[in-house]
């Protein structure tokens, strides 16, 4: 059952909104057109019970690279 499920993931995350938060966003990111949502969120729930998702390593941003101006000569 998918309280089972919330209650696994709680044991990594303290906070029920913030494994609101990133369940949501984990199931956005996951998701396939193909597939139903419900079992998409079960999926992510199962994840979260096995690993910690406050500490996933998040999507590199590359740094910005600074504007060259050009000044009138």
Do not use: W
């Amino acid at each position: 059952m998918r309280s089972d499920l919330v209650f696994g993931a709680l044991s990594h995350v303290s906070n029920r909104y913030q494994l609101c938060q990133l369940a949501s966003k984990a199931t956005r990111m996951l998701h396939k057109p193909t597939t139903r949502l419900q079992d998409t969120t079960n999926e992510v729930l199962v994840r979260f019970h096995s690993t910690n998702p406050g500490t996933l390593s998040q999507v590199s941003i590359p740094a910005a690279r600074p504007i060259e101006t050009r000044r009138a000569a």
